[in-house]
C-alpha cells in the first residue's frame, strides 16, 4: 500500500514565478491537508480539502495561494507569484474517510522543498 | 489560538538511557498525536491518543494523554542511535486543524 506521494521533491522558482506542488494521498483516503514547515518550527497548517471541496483553509494566506482536490488527479497546492519569504518544506497529509470534519490520523508524504531565489 | 509548548527543546543522551518530552496545550484537546521527523521527510506517526489517561505503546514508546486533557509526554526506553530525529506533538478539539509543537531534536551518543 502506497504512502502519502508529493512532487516534486524539490523545487526551486524565481521570484515571480508560479509554482504547483502536487499530493496524491494514500489509496482509500479521501482527506488531505497541507501543512507548511519554515527551518526549526513545527509544522503549520494550511487547507484541509475533500475531493472537489475546500473544507477549512483558515491557515492559507489570502493572496497568491490556492488549494484544490479534484475528482481525479492528485491535489495540487498552487503559489501564484513567489517571493524569497515562501521558501519552506510543504507537507501533504492524509487521513481516511471518518464521520465528522477533521480525523484524527494523519498520514504525511515526504514533502516539497520549495526555494524562491 | 491553539498553542503548544514542547519541551525540552533538544536533548543529547547516551545510547541505552531513557527519554522523556512533554507537551502542554493552552487549551483542551481531544486527540494527541506523536510523530517524529527524520532530516528531509515527512513526519512518521508514532502513537494517536484519544481518551483523557490513555497510556499507549508502540515497541520502546511510550504515550499518555493527560488527564487534565491540556498535556501529553513521550518516552523512550533503552534508546539506539535509530532514535535521532525530531520528535512533534500535534493536537486538536473538536473541529479545528492539528497543532503542531516545535519539535523535540534528540541526539543519540553511542
Known amino acids: 500500500n502506497a504512502g502519502v506521494m508529493q512532487n516534486p521533491r524539490h523545487l526551486v522558482r524565481r521570484r515571480g514565478q508560479e509554482a504547483r506542488l502536487r499530493c496524491s494521498p494514500m489509496?482509500?483516503?479521501?482527506?488531505v491537508y497541507w501543512y507548511r514547515q519554515l527551518p526549526e518550527e513545527g509544522l503549520k497548517f494550511m487547507v484541509y480539502?475533500?475531493?472537489?471541496?475546500?473544507?477549512?483553509e483558515s491557515g492559507m494566506p489570502k493572496e497568491r495561494f490556492s488549494a484544490e482536490f479534484p475528482k481525479e488527479g492528485p491535489s495540487i497546492l498552487r503559489i501564484q507569484q513567489v517571493v524569497r519569504g515562501d521558501s519552506a518544506a510543504y507537507f501533504c497529509?492524509?487521513?481516511?474517510?471518518?464521520?465528522?470534519?477533521?480525523?484524527?490520523?494523519?498520514?504525511f508524504g515526504p514533502g516539497t522543498r520549495l526555494t524562491v531565489t | 489560538g491553539q498553542q503548544l509548548n514542547q519541551s525540552p527543546q533538544s536533548m543529547f543522551i547516551q545510547e541505552g538511557e531513557d527519554v522523556s518530552m512533554n507537551c502542554t496545550s493552552s487549551?483542551?484537546?481531544?486527540?494527541w498525536l506523536w510523530y517524529k521527523q527524520d532530516p528531509g521527510e515527512g513526519p512518521v506517526l508514532l502513537i494517536a491518543?484519544?481518551?483523557?489517561?490513555e497510556l499507549t505503546s508502540n515497541g520502546r514508546l511510550t504515550a499518555q494523554f493527560g488527564i487534565t486533557r491540556k498535556d501529553s509526554f513521550l518516552n523512550i526506553s533503552a534508546s539506539i542511535p535509530s532514535d535521532v530525529g525530531i520528535y512533534f506533538c500535534?493536537?486538536?478539539?473538536?473541529?479545528?486543524?492539528?497543532?503542531f509543537g516545535k519539535g523535540t531534536r534528540l541526539s543519540v551518543i553511542a
Open positions: 497529509a492524509s487521513s481516511p474517510t471518518r464521520q465528522g470534519p477533521v480525523s484524527f490520523e494523519q498520514y
Open positions: 489509496k482509500g483516503h479521501s482527506h
Open positions: 480539502l475533500q475531493k472537489e471541496n475546500i473544507i477549512d
Open positions: 487549551s483542551i484537546f481531544n486527540t
Open positions: 491518543l484519544y481518551k483523557a489517561g
Open positions: 500535534a493536537g486538536n478539539s473538536g473541529n479545528t486543524p492539528l497543532v
